[in-house]
Structure formats: C-alpha cells, structure tokens
C-alpha cells in the first residue's frame, strides 16, 4: 500500500496525558499536513511542512501542540496535558511541491481524552 | 477570510442523479476540490477544477464552476449505494497559501 499511513489509528487518554501520533506520507512526497476535524465538522488546517522544515502553523496549534518532520519523511505530533477539547480526528495528508493542489489524505487517528 | 458553506444532508434515490452545491468566499483561491469521507475513514480526493475552468467531467463526476457567483457543485450520476457518504467542497490553496479551507460536508444518503 503506498498511501499515506497513521498510527495508532485510535488512542484514548486522561486529561493532562502527553499523546502522539505519527503520519508516514507517500514516498517522495515532500509536502505534509496535518489538519484536525471534529464531529460534524469539515476538517481544519493546523501546519504544514515542506521537507523538513515546518512552513505554516495555524493559530489553532497552541503551545501545547507540537510537530515535527525531522528527516523530511514520516511525522509526528504530539498533544501535551490534553484536554477534552482536544478529542478530534487527526488527519495527515501529503502532496508533491510541484503538485501541491493535490492533497492526499491518511485514515486519520481518533484521539478521545477522557 | 476563507469561509466555505454546504447544505448538511441531500437524499436521492438509486439511479438518480445527484447535485451537491457549495459556496465559498475566497476569490483569489486557485483550485477548488471535492472531497469523499466514508464512516470512519479519511478524505478521498475525488475531484478539483482549476479556477479559470467552468467545468470538469471525470466519468460519472461533473464539476461546474460559477466564479462570479463563486458556486461550486458537483454532480454524481447514476448514483450507486457505494456513493453514500460525506462530501466536502474545500478551497485553497492560493500564493504560497497552503492549507486546504473546508466546508462542514453535506451526508448523501441514497434511497434504494
């Protein structure tokens, strides 16, 4: 299969728990993002990186959030002291810098904070 | 700023064709997409149309563009069972702008 992968796919926490998730992109795909949905909602931006380096960050992305791309390959995100408000679907997707109007997406990882 | 509006549910009966319509408010956007979400899973990209494009067929997918309206829809035909789903319209991205902006969906449930 060569879409883009996240695990865990589900995760449930207590409030005040660090969690993180990893994307693992399409190979060659220089481009990745995460976004966040929430029930009933279309998904929303969060950050974005182009290789390594981390281009844009919404202003959603509180300081308790995190990402990183350290080699320009898989990505991680990680959650400090989370929060019910937290609970969301965590969507990465990836693109091309020359196709970058071509997102695609992973499964996603359901995170609920208890 | 970027806002991106569906109607939530749309019903239609199996063989029939089916019209989701969207509008958005970003003028300056360069593409604009519709995206499929299944119970569970993630977005599928089916299909996007350039802005300076009015239409765009892609076998039972046809997406019209009205830019002075600023309306987007997309029209299934023939729709199957396997069509049911959530459909969003998204906008973006725009001049080094590269986030996608979505809207809330629209639930197609198909009628048998």
């Known amino acids: 299969d060569t879409g883009v992968s996240q695990n865990p796919r589900h995760k449930i926490t207590k409030r005040g728990q660090n969690v993180t998730f990893r994307c693992d992109p399409i190979?060659?795909?220089?481009?990745l993002y995460w976004y966040r949905q929430t029930l009933g909602q279309g998904p929303e931006f969060l950050t974005y990186?182009?290789?390594?380096?981390?281009?844009?960050k919404s202003r959603l992305l509180s300081d308790r959030f995190s990402a990183e791309r350290p080699k320009g390959s898989f990505s991680t995100l990680e959650i400090q002291r989370t929060e019910q408000g937290d609970s969301a679907m965590y969507l990465c997707?990836?693109?091309?810098?020359?196709?970058?109007?071509?997102?695609?997406f992973g499964p996603g990882t359901r995170l609920t904070v208890t | 700023g970027e806002d991106v509006e569906q109607s939530l549910f749309l019903s239609v009966r199996e063989g029939d064709s089916s019209v989701i319509n969207c509008t958005y408010t970003?003028?300056?956007?360069?593409?604009l997409y519709w995206y499929k979400q299944e119970p569970g899973a993630g977005l599928q990209l089916l299909t996007y149309?350039?802005?300076?494009?009015d239409m765009k067929q892609d076998q039972r997918l046809t997406v019209l563009l009205n830019k002075k309206d600023k309306h987007l829809s997309l029209r299934i035909a023939d729709t199957q069972t396997g069509d049911s789903a959530i459909y969003f319209c998204a906008e973006g991205p725009n001049f080094g702008n590269e986030k996608l902006t979505f809207g809330t969906g629209t639930r197609l449930t198909i009628i048998p």
């Open positions: 149309i350039f802005s300076n494009m």
């Open positions: 990186f182009q290789n390594e380096a981390q281009l844009e």
């Open positions: 997707a990836s693109s091309l810098m020359q196709d970058s109007y071509e997102q695609y």
């Open positions: 190979s060659e795909h220089n481009r």
């Open positions: 970003d003028s300056s956007s360069t593409y």
